[in-house]
Structures are given as C-alpha cells and as structure tokens.
T-cell receptor, first 115, second 118 residues
Framework: KAGVTQTPRYLIKTRGQQVTLSCSPI?????VSWYQQTPGQGLQFLFE???????NKGNFPGRFSGRQFSNSRSEMNVSTLELGDSALYLC??????????????FGQGTRLTVV | AQKVTQAQTEISVVEKEDVTLDCVYE???????LFWYKQPPSGELVFLIR??????QNEISGRYSWNFQKSTSSFNFTITASQVVDSAVYFC???????????????FGKGITLSVRP
C-alpha cells in the first residue's frame, strides 16, 4: 500500500513569488491535513480538508490556502512568499471513518526555501 | 487552547540503555487523543502509538511502552534497550475528538532529539 506522496520534495523560490505543493493521500483516506515545520515554531497546523471541504484552519495568514480534489488529492498554495515561509511542509492523511479517531500518516514533506 | 510540553530537548544514551521521553499536555476537552511520532532525518513523521483519554491502560509493544496518567496530564514514552536506529526526533501530540471522529488537527510539542550512541 503506497504511503502519502508529496511533490516536489525540494523547492527554491524567490520572495514575492507563489508556490503550489501537492499531496496524494493513502488510497481510501479522505482527510488531508497540512503542517508547517520550522526550527523556531516547530510543527504547526495549517488546515484540513475532508471531502473537498476545508474543515479546520490554523492560525496562518490568508496567503496560505489549499484545496482538495474529488480523488482526495490536495494542494496547498502560498502567495507572495516571504523569507519566513521557508520551512518543511508536511501533509498527513487519515481514514476519518465513522467515530474512530484514526492516526495521521505523514508524507516526507516538501522543503521550501525562499530566497 | 491545547498545549503540549516536552521539557526535554536533547537526550543522549548509550545503546541498550532504557530511555523515557516526557510529555505533559493541557486541554479543556474531556475527550482527546494522544500520540507519539518519530521523525528520522528523512523528515517523514512516523506514527508510533496512540491513546485516547478514556483509556488509561498502559501497554507495552515490543521495545516501546507508555505511561498515560490523566491525573498529572502526562503521557510518557519509554524505549527499552535502545538501539542506534532509534536516533531521531520524537514528538508528542494531542488532538481533539471531533464528532466526525477524524484526526485532523494535531497540536505538537517541540520535540525531543534522541541520540543513541553505539
């Protein structure tokens, strides 16, 4: 069974540009969450999508957005990049079935560097 | 607001030693879930264990064991007979119990860097 796949693995962008990151969840998983990991702030929740709807959102500016497609694949977009957006962006998928609170399975992340 | 505190930042042990990683959490929810994840240098967060708030039974799984105590809001994780391959950053995490049952928003601690020396 394939795990969570994130593309690209590494990305270098210039300040002011925008970027789109992609996440393919584990087959059958309907919930996709995104996290930002930086040395200073640690792991922080960005948002979660379930059945193409954003169900929860963290405390990030509107420059951070996302979407989920009918096949559960998700993309996140960051517009007007700032140096502080340099981070490891992790995607997680979970089964989200019934009343079970299932564990999240993470991808290897996309390392974004803003110069 | 939820909060997870991992007071230890770095731990170094010699192979075969036992090591306990501490985790203290804060939440107003009466139903919640606790997790431990491991992050090797490759960057991927690897799920280790999960425990829900209404089950304080402590278990052992192979070389891993955990001690969940609601009275002290602690969820400590122990690795028995550590190995070099256990070297990684370990995160404790907390999630709310949504009515949907989805694990969608994890609050993480800052992580503990564990180094196991041969």
């Amino acid at each position: 069974k394939a795990g969570v796949t994130q593309t690209p693995r590494y990305l270098i962008k210039t300040r002011g540009q925008q970027v789109t990151l992609s996440c393919s969840p584990i087959s059958g998983h309907r919930s996709v969450s995104w996290y930002q990991q930086t040395p200073g702030q640690g792991l922080q929740f960005l948002f979660e999508y379930f059945s193409e709807t954003q169900r929860n959102k963290g405390n990030f500016p509107g420059r951070f957005s996302g979407r989920q497609f009918s096949n559960s694949r998700s993309e996140m977009n960051v517009s007007t990049l700032e140096l502080g957006d340099s981070a490891l962006y992790l995607c997680a998928s979970s089964l989200a079935q019934g009343a079970r609170n299932t564990e999240a399975f993470f991808g290897q992340g996309t390392r974004l560097t803003v110069v | 607001a939820q909060k997870v505190t991992q007071a230890q930042t770095e731990i170094s042990v010699v192979e075969k030693e036992d090591v306990t990683l501490d985790c203290v959490y804060e939440t107003r929810d009466t139903t919640y879930y606790l997790f431990w994840y491991k992050q090797p240098p490759s960057g991927e967060l690897v799920f280790l264990i999960r425990r829900n708030s209404f089950d304080e039974q402590n278990e052992i799984s192979g070389r891993y064991s955990w001690n969940f105590q609601k009275s002290t809001s602690s969820f400590n994780f122990t690795i028995t007979a550590s190995q070099v391959v256990d070297s990684a950053v370990y995160f404790c995490a907390l999630s709310e119990a949504y009515y949907t049952g989805a694990n969608s928003k994890l609050t993480f601690g800052k992580g503990i860097t564990l180094s196991v020396r041969p």
